[in-house]
T-cell receptor, first 109, second 114 residues
Framework: AQRVTQPEKLLSVFKGAPVELKCNYSYSGSPELFWYVQYSRQRLQLLLRHISRESIKGFTADLNKGETSFHLKKPFAQEEDSAMYYCALRGYNNNDMRFGAGTRLTVKP | DVKVTQSSRYLVKRTGEKVFLECVQDMDHENMFWYRQDPGLGLRLIYFSYDVKMKEKGDIPEGYSVSREKKERFSLILESASTNQTSMYLC?????????????FGSGTRLTVV
C-alpha cells in the first residue's frame, strides 16, 4: 500500500527564514515522489518531482530512501510562498498517486 | 490556457439526489482521476481511469461511480447524495507513467449536500 505522511498541518515562519516541510512515505516498491502547491484561490499545481532533481522557486527536495522521506526545503522563505503544500507518491509502475494531508505554510513579514 | 475543466465551481444538492460532476481535458491525456479534498485529510482517490471505458477503484469508491465514454471526459456520479459527501472534488489528468510527469488539476467543484 502507498501511504504519505505530512506530520505538520500548519507551519509558520518569518520572511527570510529557512523552511522545511516534512514528508514521509511508506511503499514497498520504487516510488516516485512529488510536491504539489495550492496558492489561495488557485488550482493545485505541480511544484517539483524527485526524478528531475530540479529547483523550482528556490525549493528543493531530496529523496532519502533510507529514511523514506522527501522533505521540501527553501533557504529563505518569501511571503508569496504562503500556500498549501501536498506531498504525493506514485508507485513506479502505477498510474495512480496518493497524497498526504497537506501542510499550510504561512510566511510572515 | 485552461486544460482541465470542471463544469461547476459550486453545487448544492439535496440528500438522495443523483449528482453528476463533469470533467473535460484538452491535452489528449490517457489517465484521468477523481479526488475529494477535505481539511486535515488531504486528497483521497475515489476512482481513476487509464483508458476509455476503463475504470479502477481508488481508496474511497463507496457511494460513487464513474463514466468514461470519451477520452477527454470523465464523469463522477454520486448515486444517492449524502451529507458526508459534502466536499471539494478535484479532477486531474496525466500522461502515461512512462513519461514521468505529474498531474494537471481542474479548479475543483465544491459540492454541498443538504
Amino acid at each position: 500500500a502507498q501511504r504519505v505522511t505530512q506530520p505538520e498541518k500548519l507551519l509558520s515562519v518569518f520572511k527570510g527564514a529557512p523552511v522545511e516541510l516534512k514528508c514521509n512515505y511508506s511503499y514497498s516498491g520504487s516510488p516516485e515522489l512529488f510536491w504539489y502547491v495550492q496558492y489561495s484561490r488557485q488550482r493545485l499545481q505541480l511544484l517539483l518531482r524527485h526524478i528531475s532533481r530540479e529547483s523550482i522557486k528556490g525549493f528543493t527536495a531530496d529523496l532519502n530512501k533510507g529514511e523514506t522521506s522527501f522533505h521540501l526545503k527553501k533557504p529563505f522563505a518569501q511571503e508569496e510562498d504562503s500556500a498549501m503544500y501536498y506531498c504525493a507518491l506514485r508507485g513506479y509502475n502505477n498510474n495512480d498517486m496518493r497524497f498526504g494531508a497537506g501542510t499550510r505554510l504561512t510566511v510572515k513579514p | 490556457d485552461v486544460k482541465v475543466t470542471q463544469s461547476s465551481r459550486y453545487l448544492v444538492k439535496r440528500t438522495g439526489e443523483k449528482v453528476f460532476l463533469e470533467c473535460v481535458q484538452d491535452m489528449d491525456h490517457e489517465n484521468m482521476f477523481w479526488y475529494r479534498q477535505d481539511p486535515g485529510l488531504g486528497l483521497r482517490l475515489i476512482y481513476f481511469s487509464y483508458d476509455v471505458k476503463m475504470k479502477e477503484k481508488g481508496d474511497i469508491p463507496e457511494g460513487y461511480s464513474v463514466s468514461r465514454e470519451k477520452k477527454e471526459r470523465f464523469s463522477l456520479i454520486l448515486e444517492s447524495a449524502s451529507t458526508n459527501q459534502t466536499s471539494m472534488y478535484l479532477c486531474a489528468s496525466s500522461l502515461p507513467i512512462t513519461q514521468g510527469r505529474g498531474y494537471t488539476f481542474g479548479s475543483g467543484t465544491r459540492l454541498t449536500v443538504v
